[in-house]
């Protein structure tokens, strides 16, 4: 016999090979129709598994946070089914799921265009109408390429050729469409339900090498319910209206060319907002970091001694002189700030030494993967590097912490989640180490919850830590609900070591630092990116390029124009005077557009009493008052958080 623990922890003897759906029938029938998979030891399986061994099962609900993947995997098996119905001849390759939906490739002599979604999700919900259950069979490899061979499938035989010899194949099967496939499912296709929406279709070569066929991809979502599918495609509506390509060309803020692919042309206003964010994060640091600078090429043996030329030569750029010496561009700052650390001796006194660096960096991303500010090819790393003892690396993390949240704080961001990313299958560094730094993480991982009263959510992420050690992974939810990582600590055992960094300890001995590197923004111009989406523009005055314009709406206050933003650049504002001879509605409208927090309107009535009519960005409303009362108002709103916390 075996056994099963239930979520209530009462336990339960069955014969082996009783399947999850006998044992949820046998509680109740009506819970059975509600059941559309099984967890075992948080495994999530088919309900019609047969269970061999003692486990903790659970049964999935279709609301169930867990089944949502299922909901999408199937609704992708729907997708090629309708595809294969209503355009006979045309061959599957894969489908999987992805972040917010699922989508299928396929081969066909006239690719799809959007025009044929309609009919396509038709007839994908006349099969979801149709709840055809998913059952499972196990093929072997013969059989499955004679079955593929005679229906055409010339994409699956391929794929049933990578699968390793005398492996046994799984096959789902709906009524009488079936694909090759991992699983699980849910129960029928009926449990796909109508939240779904195919969104787009694209040209992709199979399995991603431009020598292959070029197939049509199509894109859907699909979601556990109408109301989760509408708040997703209004988030999308949003988020096209914030998208910061479209902002920064409203806003003169930067601009993207050919000849330049994958880096950033600020324009002088959007070099303004990035110097901003620079400065604010130098205040930050200036208390606890010494700001460095390391070169922007080395040798090749100094990244084949960091580990970087074995792990990460792909996506550096590199570069031969006539006297064949191999340099790279840095993709990281991390080798060069240890050579700092290793010049001069130091002491156990000396830790923590934290090292910062706004350091450019560049990295080679394939042309279909960069996307505006949020990937590129050059950024700057708002970078540092803290050397300390084993005994100093949870309170430093902690620190870090600390400030990482402080900083997201002083930018709106409220919803946070901290995810520990554990040892991956490739790394470096003995199992015991990984042992000390994963437990030590785990540690703090607990004390940064503990600390925020549960304000702070943390997760794990097993297998996803950097090669060199575990790490923790900041994400940040934006205004309009998306998720951004963006910092990191990772702690490093490894580094230091490889370069023969070290410190004298309080024995006389000669002792390896632990190095944790860590990132706030991570890259400024992806963080700025995110900034521009997450305010649609609409800055804090601390932070906007140009914090107020000058309007006027005659000549005759011109003189008086220029008085004001003197007064305004004095006090420290950043201002710009509109005096062209354009209607004040044009002007206001054009400015507005900028996404200019404020505007001064100024005739010749202001000019005659030295006072201005202040116009915030979003209102239709002008509120009279004095320069002096104006350019106080907007002084105190246009000094950043952390100085008002200094003069606090």
């Given at each position: 016999?075996?056994?099963?623990?239930?979520?209530?922890?009462?336990?339960?003897?069955?014969?082996?090979?009783?399947?999850?759906?006998?044992?949820?029938?046998?509680?109740?029938?009506?819970?059975?129709?509600?059941?559309?998979?099984?967890?075992?030891?948080?495994?999530?399986?088919?309900?019609?598994?047969?269970?061999?061994?003692?486990?903790?099962?659970?049964?999935?609900?279709?609301?169930?946070?867990?089944?949502?993947?299922?909901?999408?995997?199937?609704?992708?098996?729907?997708?090629?089914?309708?595809?294969?119905?209503?355009?006979?001849?045309?061959?599957?390759?894969?489908?999987?799921?992805?972040?917010?939906?699922?989508?299928?490739?396929?081969?066909?002599?006239?690719?799809?265009?959007?025009?044929?979604?309609?009919?396509?999700?038709?007839?994908?919900?006349?099969?979801?109408?149709?709840?055809?259950?998913?059952?499972?069979?196990?093929?072997?490899?013969?059989?499955?390429?004679?079955?593929?061979?005679?229906?055409?499938?010339?994409?699956?035989?391929?794929?049933?050729?990578?699968?390793?010899?005398?492996?046994?194949?799984?096959?789902?099967?709906?009524?009488?469409?079936?694909?090759?496939?991992?699983?699980?499912?849910?129960?029928s296709t009926g449990k796909?339900?109508?939240?779904?929406?195919?969104?787009?279709?694209?040209?992709?070569?199979?399995?991603?090498?431009?020598?292959?066929?070029?197939?049509?991809?199509?894109?859907?979502?699909?979601?556990?319910?109408?109301?989760?599918?509408?708040?997703?495609?209004?988030?999308?509506?949003?988020?096209?209206?914030?998208?910061?390509?479209?902002?920064?060309?409203?806003?003169?803020?930067?601009?993207?060319?050919?000849?330049?692919?994958?880096?950033?042309?600020?324009?002088?206003?959007?070099?303004?907002?990035?110097?901003?964010?620079?400065?604010?994060?130098?205040?930050?640091?200036?208390?606890?970091?010494?700001?460095?600078?390391?070169?922007?090429?080395?040798?090749?043996?100094?990244?084949?001694?960091?580990?970087?030329?074995?792990?990460?030569?792909?996506?550096?750029?590199?570069?031969?002189?006539?006297?064949?010496?191999?340099?790279?561009?840095?993709?990281?700052?991390?080798?060069?700030?240890?050579?700092?650390?290793?010049?001069?001796?130091?002491?156990?006194?000396?830790?923590?030494?934290?090292?910062?660096?706004?350091?450019?960096?560049?990295?080679?991303?394939?042309?279909?993967?960069?996307?505006?500010?949020?990937?590129?090819?050059?950024?700057?790393?708002?970078?540092?590097?803290?050397?300390?003892?084993?005994?100093?690396?949870?309170?430093?993390?902690?620190?870090?912490?600390?400030?990482?949240?402080?900083?997201?704080?002083?930018?709106?961001?409220?919803?946070?989640?901290?995810?520990?990313?554990?040892?991956?299958?490739?790394?470096?560094?003995?199992?015991?180490?990984?042992?000390?730094?994963?437990?030590?993480?785990?540690?703090?991982?607990?004390?940064?919850?503990?600390?925020?009263?549960?304000?702070?959510?943390?997760?794990?992420?097993?297998?996803?830590?950097?090669?060199?050690?575990?790490?923790?992974?900041?994400?940040?939810?934006?205004?309009?609900?998306?998720?951004?990582?963006?910092?990191?600590?990772?702690?490093?055992?490894?580094?230091?070591?490889?370069?023969?960094?070290?410190?004298?300890?309080?024995?006389?001995?000669?002792?390896?630092?632990?190095?944790?590197?860590?990132?706030?923004c991570g890259s400024m111009?992806?963080?700025?990116?995110?900034?521009?989406?997450?305010?649609?523009?609409?800055?804090?005055?601390?932070?906007?390029?140009?914090?107020?314009?000058?309007?006027?709406?005659?000549?005759?206050?011109?003189?008086?124009?220029?008085?004001?933003?003197?007064?305004?650049?004095?006090a420290g504002l950043r201002?710009?005077?509109?005096?062209?001879?354009?209607?004040?509605?044009?002007?206001?409208?054009?400015?507005?557009?900028?996404?200019?927090?404020?505007?001064?309107?100024?005739?010749?009535?202001?000019?005659?009493?030295?006072?201005?009519?202040?116009?915030?960005?979003?209102?239709?409303?002008?509120?009279?008052?004095?320069?002096?009362?104006?350019?106080?108002?907007?002084?105190?709103?246009?000094?950043?958080?952390?100085?008002?916390?200094?003069?606090?």
């Amino acid at each position: 016999m075996i056994s099963l623990t239930f979520p209530d922890g009462a336990s339960r003897q069955y014969e082996p090979g009783t399947t999850g759906r006998a044992v949820v029938e046998g509680i109740a029938k009506s819970l059975a129709k509600k059941t559309v998979a099984m967890a075992l030891d948080g495994v999530v399986c088919d309900l019609a598994d047969p269970i061999t061994r003692d486990a903790k099962i659970e049964f999935l609900m279709r609301e169930d946070p867990r089944a949502l993947e299922l909901i999408r995997h199937d609704c992708a098996h729907v997708l090629a089914e309708a595809v294969q119905e209503l355009f006979p001849g045309t061959q599957v390759t894969i489908g999987p799921v992805i972040e917010n939906g699922f989508y299928y490739d396929f081969a066909r002599e006239t690719p799809f265009t959007t025009d044929d979604l309609a009919a396509i999700e038709k007839k994908m919900r006349e099969i979801i109408a149709r709840d055809a259950p998913f059952v499972k069979e196990e093929w072997t490899r013969d059989q499955a390429k004679e079955i593929f061979a005679a229906k055409g499938e010339a994409y699956k035989v391929e794929l049933v050729d990578a699968i390793p010899p005398g492996e046994n194949l799984k096959i789902y099967r709906q009524g009488e469409w079936f694909d090759l496939c991992r699983g699980p499912h849910m129960t029928s296709t009926g449990k796909v339900g109508n939240a779904f929406k195919l969104m787009k279709v694209a040209g992709a070569y199979w399995r991603g090498d431009s020598n292959n066929p070029m197939l049509t991809r199509i894109y859907g979502t699909a979601w556990a319910s109408d109301a989760d599918l509408q708040s997703y495609l209004t988030q999308l509506e949003e988020a096209e209206k914030r998208d910061h390509r479209k902002l920064g060309r409203e806003m003169d803020l930067f601009h993207f060319q050919e000849e330049g692919p994958g880096v950033v042309f600020w324009h002088a206003k959007g070099w303004t907002l990035f110097q901003q964010l620079i400065s604010y994060m130098r205040r930050r640091l200036a208390d606890d970091y010494e700001e460095v600078n390391a070169p922007q090429i080395l040798d090749k043996s100094l990244w084949e001694t960091s580990g970087h030329w074995g792990w990460y030569r792909e996506n550096m750029f590199v570069t031969q002189t006539e006297d064949e010496r191999v340099f790279a561009i840095k993709p990281m700052n991390c080798p060069g700030h240890v050579q700092i650390f290793k010049h001069g001796l130091k002491s156990y006194r000396d830790l923590p030494l934290r090292m910062a660096e706004f350091g450019a960096v560049s990295r080679y991303e394939p042309s279909g993967a960069l996307h505006g500010l949020m990937r590129v090819r050059a950024f700057t790393q708002d970078d540092a590097h803290v050397f300390c003892t084993e005994d100093q690396m949870a309170a430093e993390c902690l620190k870090i912490n600390d400030l990482i949240l402080s900083t997201y704080a002083d930018f709106g961001f409220g919803q946070i989640v901290v995810k520990l990313s554990t040892r991956p299958e490739k790394r470096v560094g003995t199992d015991a180490m990984w042992d000390h730094a994963e437990e030590v993480m785990e540690r703090v991982l607990k004390q940064i919850e503990a600390q925020s009263g549960g304000r702070i959510k943390t997760a794990i992420n097993p297998g996803e830590g950097a090669f060199y050690g575990p790490k923790f992974e900041y994400v940040l939810r934006d205004a309009i609900g998306r998720d951004w990582q963006c910092g990191t600590t990772q702690v490093d055992f490894n580094l230091p070591e490889r370069f023969g960094a070290f410190y004298v300890d309080a024995d006389g001995q000669k002792k390896t630092p632990v190095m944790i590197h860590r990132a706030i923004c991570g890259s400024m111009e992806r963080f700025a990116g995110i900034l521009i989406e997450h305010f649609a523009g609409h800055f804090p005055l601390w932070i906007a390029p140009v914090q107020a314009v000058v309007c006027t709406i005659t000549s005759e206050a011109d003189n008086y124009a220029h008085e004001v933003a003197a007064a305004a650049r004095k006090a420290g504002l950043r201002i710009e005077i509109d005096a062209r001879n354009e209607k004040i509605n044009y002007k206001v409208r054009e400015h507005s557009l900028a996404k200019v927090p404020a505007i001064l309107v100024l005739g010749k009535r202001e000019a005659a009493e030295r006072a201005v009519n202040m116009r915030r960005l979003g209102s239709q409303n002008q509120t009279a008052m004095s320069l002096d009362e104006a350019l106080a108002a907007l002084v105190a709103e246009a000094t950043p958080p952390d100085l008002v916390r200094a003069q606090g």
